[in-house]
């Protein structure tokens, strides 16, 4: 399987390599256009800040392309946040792939999120196999609020959608890749994907 991991300089990457790795993937990192669009799965991922991404992004001329892919795209964290219509993080317009807005937790809470938390409301083939209410690893300051391709939610101060589906597009807020054996069995059902 050609499997691509989105290099822009904002990712996690060496952890979902050798997350891909334990299940007998090589993922090979690139951020070459058509190399990228001949991948048969392709993650998006992203650590730092929205802002920067989204220039860096910009810049490669990725922000053009990552909408039009037609395999199955898995954002991760920030990933995910940059495939929505905008962040507060830096009043940064995103990529408009989900229908929803990411807002900054309020103050009532400790921000960042850091550590295990729950996810529920499971709707997807992402999920087979997971259970309502399993712990996953999030670190997170801004959240996706809900909007019709909400696949999971996450309860921190407030519901928020912690997975997205819209077509080909997926996308999770916490770190499958750090998420023990559920996270492994969601990179699994992902690269299932479209296989039948």
């Known amino acids: 399987m050609k499997l691509i991991i989105i290099n822009y300089g904002a990712g996690n990457i060496k952890s979902i390599q050798f997350a891909f790795k334990r299940l007998g993937v090589h993922a090979v990192l690139s951020h070459n256009p058509d190399e990228i669009k001949s991948a048969e799965k392709v993650i998006f991922p992203g650590v730092g800040e929205a802002n920067s991404a989204m ?4 810049e490669s001329k990725l ?6 892919l037609k395999q199955p795209v898995l ?37 960042p999120q850091m550590g295990w ?5 499971l709707k997807s083939d992402l999920f087979t196999g997971i259970n309502e209410n399993e ?14 391709a909400t696949i999971a939610k996450t309860h921190y101060g407030l519901n928020y959608a912690s997975a ?4 080909n597009f997926y996308g999770v807020q916490f770190h499958p890749e750090k998420s023990s054996l559920a996270g492994e069995t969601i990179l699994e059902n992902f690269l299932r994907l479209g296989t039948g």
């Open 55 to 58: 220039k860096m992004l910009k």
């Open 63 to 68: 922000d053009v392309l990552i909408p039009t």
């Open 75 to 111: 954002g991760i964290c920030l990933g995910m946040q940059l495939m929505c219509r905008s962040t507060e993080e830096g009043n940064t317009k995103g990529l408009g792939i989900f229908q929803t807005d990411v807002k900054r937790f309020p103050n009532t809470v400790k921000v």
């Open 117 to 121: 938390n729950t996810i529920k409301d």
């Open 135 to 148: 712990y996953m690893y999030l670190i997170h300051s801004y959240y996706a609020e809900h909007c019709k």
């Open 164 to 167: 997205l589906q819209h077509n």
